[in-house]
């Protein structure tokens, strides 16, 4: 830029321009990342402009060594607590070391569990009895879906007690919940179960 005439001109790619400024005029060299440089016209023969590259400060950068995949190793990278390594060291002696019988008998006055068989609680009953399960069953596939395998109506409740006989149903009649995978199951084994009905 000519700061007296206030004329303004661009290098080409290989940095050359061309501008008008007479003897005594001072031009102007800016660029970004660079230091601003002034010239004083003092003859009209071509001139070489040099620019010194600013120095930028980047954010600071940790530098780490590269992880090798091997735990051994990649551990001993990072410092641990010297507190927390004498922690586990001497953890490591206290649970080697066996209790003495001495250590481990009741004092006077502490309870004792009793040894023994436990307390019964009989029988935990299923949720659902298989009674439940075909009633569930001709519910949600409706005696369409029986009709459509073939069946006649009176012979659906007999053809699922038939079929649930060969059927895994102990988690389904324990929890009284029969879930999709059951039911795709079950409509897998009633087919199959249905041609050895047919043939009874």
């Known amino acids: 830029m000519n700061i007296n005439s206030q004329e303004k001109n661009y290098s080409n790619s290989q940095g050359q321009f061309i501008i008008n400024a007479d003897l005594g005029d001072e031009l102007r060299f800016v660029k970004e990342g660079y230091e601003r440089n002034v010239l004083k016209v003092i003859n009209h023969d071509e001139v070489l402009i040099n620019l ?12 780490k060594k590269k992880l090798s995949g091997n735990l051994g190793e990649d551990s001993k990278l990072f410092n641990q607590n010297k507190n927390k390594v004498a922690l586990n060291n001497d953890l490591k002696v206290y649970f080697k070391t066996r209790s003495s019988g001495e250590l481990m008998k009741p004092k006077s006055g502490e309870f004792v569990q009793p040894v023994g068989g436990g307390i019964s609680f009989g029988k935990i009953d299923n949720k659902w009895t298989s009674s439940d399960l075909v009633e569930w069953l001709r519910k949600n596939l409706t005696d369409g879906y ?14 699922l007690y ?10 389904i009649l324990k929890y009284g919940y029969c879930s999709e995978e059951d039911v795709g199951n079950l409509k897998l084994h009633f087919e199959t179960s249905f041609n050895k009905f047919r043939q009874k």
Do not use: A, D
């Open 146 to 159: 029986f009709i459509s395998m073939g069946l006649e109506l009176p012979l659906i409740n007999s053809f």
């Open 52 to 63: 010194i590259k600013l120095i930028t400060e980047i954010e600071e950068v940790e530098v």
């Open 162 to 171: 038939y079929s649930l006989q060969s059927f895994h149903t102990m988690t």
